[in-house]
């Protein structure tokens, strides 16, 4: 008996409108628009819309988390855990709460939610998940954290889009735009794009020259500054 042919599953075609956005003296953010299209494998087609989830990503760093604890009437620093590869900007948007899209394992295995990135951290789960928490409330206050739900709008039954904002004082880097298909709790496809976000102008110049040369910065640094300091005091220098 012949073997039947595989079943093509649906996928996605996608895009984003910049793949790079100049971050200038003046920059106060900006929006970034994500798009594309489910092309539906044939048995797929009049059983019900899948769900897409879209992703905003990077880039990582290592940070340490420290705790402060009142001591004798003084807040000190107490305790303190390291993370590594912790992504300095992560945005989630999708079309509906995606704990209603997939199970929680899937979404776990995943890393798709802020609460599900897990870091990695120098000490055990039960003694860094504080810390793992407060990381991600202290980025969600500072807007580098979201979770949109029914943020993903269809356009028909395959056309979609979206916004992701991107606040001022977005760090710079390489990122990364990520797409997923689920259809009936399950991942039917993904997709990813490359975005970059970098000083621009007398910005990027300075930028990269503190990142190059950072002795050198340094005592330019502290040479402009006396510089000013001599100045202010020969303006208003009293006879």
């Given amino acids: 008996m012949p073997n039947e042919p595989a079943?093509?599953?649906?996928?996605?075609?996608?895009?984003?409108?910049?793949?790079?956005?100049?971050?200038?003296?003046?920059?106060?953010?900006?929006?970034?628009?994500?798009?594309?299209?489910?092309?539906?494998?044939?048995?797929?087609?009049?059983?019900?819309?899948?769900?897409?989830?879209?992703?905003?990503?990077?880039?990582?760093?290592d940070i340490v988390v420290r705790r402060k604890d009142r001591v004798a009437g003084i807040w000190i620093n107490t305790d303190?855990?390291?993370?590594?590869?912790?992504?300095?900007?992560?945005?989630?948007?999708?079309?509906?709460?995606?704990?209603?899209?997939?199970?929680?394992?899937?979404?776990?295995?995943?890393?798709?939610?802020?609460?599900?990135?897990?870091?990695?951290?120098?000490?055990?789960?039960?003694?860094?998940?504080?810390?793992?928490?407060?990381?991600?409330?202290?980025k969600s206050l500072e807007d580098l954290y979201s979770d949109q739900a029914a943020a993903v709008y269809f356009l028909g039954d395959t056309l979609f889009r979206t916004t992701i904002a991107i606040p001022a004082n977005v760090p710079v880097g390489d990122y990364i735009a990520e797409f997923y298909l689920f259809k009936d709790g399950e991942l039917m496809s993904?997709?990813?794009?490359?975005?970059?976000?970098?000083?621009?102008?007398?910005?990027?110049?300075?930028?990269?020259?503190?990142?190059?040369?950072p002795a050198l910065y340094g005592i330019a640094a502290i040479i402009v500054a006396l510089f000013a300091g001599w100045l202010a005091s020969a303006v208003f220098r009293k006879d």
């Fill in 80 to 138: 303190a855990v390291e993370f590594s590869r912790v992504p300095s900007f992560y945005a989630i948007a999708s079309n509906r709460p995606i704990e209603e899209i997939a199970p929680a394992d899937l979404l776990s295995r995943l890393r798709l939610g802020p609460s599900r990135l897990r870091f990695r951290a120098n000490e055990p789960a039960n003694v860094s998940l504080p810390f793992e928490e407060a990381i991600v409330r202290q």
């Fill in 190 to 213: 993904a997709q990813s794009s490359p975005l970059f976000i970098k000083k621009s102008g007398l910005g990027r110049t300075i930028f990269d020259f503190a990142h190059d040369y």
């Fill in 7 to 61: 079943r093509a599953q649906s996928s996605l075609e996608t895009d984003i409108s910049s793949h790079l956005i100049s971050v200038t003296s003046d920059f106060t953010g900006t929006e970034l628009l994500l798009f594309g299209a489910i092309k539906y494998d044939e048995e797929d087609l009049g059983q019900g819309q899948g769900d897409v989830l879209v992703v905003v990503r990077g880039p990582e760093k």
